[in-house]
């Protein structure tokens, strides 16, 4: 129930009181247009080496989702194909948000990764875990499914980079857990995404496929196969 109340809060749903208990149930279970509301997932992280990370008081170790946000991009940029700079801001924009656009999905933590650092303990050792929730805010459409392309470069992410504080010597590493579908429609196993063997890591590294954003609007982004061979 609580992790369902932090969800609830972070997403910022407007309600109003006067509409009724009817009117604002009806707010939460559907997304911004109207339909049914937005695929969200449940993601279970696990550290392989320690995690230093700090907010703003320097005497709580805290896991933050800004440095996770900061890791999906920068692993965007090193394995994703650009023309240009402009080419590059135009589908940072697209699939993580700017100052006039929100993020196509969400990521929220579950509001219990915030501990009192002890006098040794000035870090998460590894085997630490933590909850993390992918919300969509965008529905897929025939371009572009936003969820599973956040959860594959969450995957790509926990590959190739880490988080938090002395990153270049191989603290914040974390691997995936678990991946579980919050929907009401649990058609979807996403856990079927998570590499299990060497084998599958290179894929999943490998498989990016190239985005073409239609520079006509700015507003649509075909993800296509890449031709690329794995050696």
Same mark, same amino acid.
């Given at each position: ?170 603290? !914040? ?25 060497? !084998? ?8 990016? !496929? ?22």
């Amino acid at each position: 129930m609580m992790k369902r109340i932090v969800y609830l809060a972070l997403a910022r749903i407007s309600i109003d009181l006067d509409d009724g208990i009817k009117v604002n149930y009806d707010k939460i279970q559907t997304d911004e247009k109207g339909g049914r509301y937005m695929r969200k997932v449940e993601i279970k992280l696990k550290l392989i080496t320690q995690l230093i990370s700090f907010g703003a008081d320097q005497k709580k170790k805290e896991f933050r989702v800004t440095e996770l946000k900061a890791l999906l991009r920068n692993t965007f940029r090193e394995l994703y194909y650009f023309k240009d700079l402009e080419d590059i801001r135009n589908k940072e924009a697209y699939l993580f948000g700017n100052t006039e656009n929100k993020a196509p999905v969400s990521i929220v933590s579950d509001g219990n990764n915030v501990n009192n650092l002890k006098e040794k303990e000035k870090e998460f050792n590894e085997g630490t875990e933590f909850i993390i929730y992918f919300i969509e805010r965008k529905k897929k459409d025939n371009n572009m499914d936003f969820l599973k392309f956040y959860i594959n470069l969450l995957i790509q992410s926990s590959i190739i980079g880490g988080i938090g504080q002395y990153v270049y010597l191989g603290k !914040g590493a974390f691997e995936i857990l678990e991946i579980k579908n919050l929907s009401n429609e649990k058609t979807e196993d996403f856990n079927i995404l998570i590499p299990h063997n060497t !084998g599958s890591l290179v894929r999943k590294l490998c498989d990016i !496929g190239e985005l073409y954003l239609d520079n006509n609007n700015n507003k649509s982004i075909t993800i296509r196969k890449s031709k690329k061979k794995i050696m």
